[in-house]
């Protein structure tokens, strides 16, 4: 009996291992100014996708996504929060019980850094005490772009043998940029935030964003406060917002081998 019963134990243990692993719900809120480039980030994040001429989100759109770590699978339930100011006074709504969220501003336009730094304020304050917040720099696309086309312009007036020809100064990346890096970054570790910079139009950090924000949730203390409140508190709730309609969740299709990043 011994014997049949130890069998029986590895093959409940085999079937438990061969069970699809349950993905961690993770609500994420997207925020910032308007025209930063938040939906064009999460369209990078979960289609791999840049639309050029990209409508203003009304209200918030929804989306999902999921990352795998090494150990772990988290499934990204994002809200993306319109950047208009008449908007603001619904942002509460969406940061309420985020686990996450993810403050943009574009690196061209200073005032747009001022208003990430004052939604940051507002999430320490009023969000869980326990959301991990991103800094995320958006558009350094466009400091590259400008510094390209400066450079090429450098060499075509080298080879203008015209002394007397005049030129109009052309924008540079460094002339273009608003918001110094090391400024911005100071200013992420003072506040104990994570700090990237990313280009929704060529994919460049985005995809680190989201998988940084994975690897610093800490699932251990969201499952034990769940488990504490019982089946009809947290794990409910969870049910509940992730079965939105509108979600786009490409996991079928990227079940990649790697590891400790997210699949887009």
Not at 105 to 130: G, H, I, M
Request: proline share 3%; hydrophobic share 40%.
């Amino acid at each position: 009996m011994s014997a049949q019963a130890a069998n029986s134990a590895t093959g409940e243990a085999a079937g438990a291992a061969a069970a699809p692993q349950k993905p961690f719900q993770t609500k994420l809120v997207l925020l910032g100014e308007a025209a930063v480039g938040k939906s064009s980030v999460v369209l990078r994040f979960v289609q791999n996708d840049f639309q050029e001429n990209k409508e203003p989100t009304i209200g918030a759109a929804f989306l999902t996504q999921k990352c795998r770590l090494e150990d772990r699978l988290i499934k990204f339930e994002i809200w993306d929060t319109a950047g208009q100011e008449r908007f603001h006074s619904l942002a509460p709504m969406y940061y309420r019980n985020a686990q996450a969220s993810a403050v943009i501003y574009d690196v061209t336009k200073a005032s747009s850094f001022e208003k990430a730094k004052s939604w940051v304020k507002e999430l320490q304050r009023q969000a869980n005490p326990n959301i991990v917040i991103a800094l995320v720099g958006n558009k350094i696309d466009l400091l590259k772009e400008a510094s390209s086309s400066s450079n090429a312009n450098a060499e075509t007036e080298e080879e203008d043998d015209d002394e007397t020809a005049t030129t109009t100064p052309e924008a540079t990346g460094d002339s273009l940029r608003a918001v110094p890096k090391d400024e911005a970054e100071a200013y992420a570790k003072e506040a104990g935030l994570l700090f990237f910079e990313t280009s929704a139009k060529t994919g460049e950090g985005v995809v680190e964003v989201f998988t940084e924000i994975a690897k610093k949730i800490p699932i251990d203390l969201h499952l034990a406060r769940n488990a504490a409140a019982g089946p009809a508190g947290g794990n409910g709730a969870r049910q509940a917002s992730g079965g939105q309609a509108g979600g786009v969740d490409l996991q079928s299709n990227q079940q990649g081998n790697r590891k400790d990043a997210c699949n887009c």
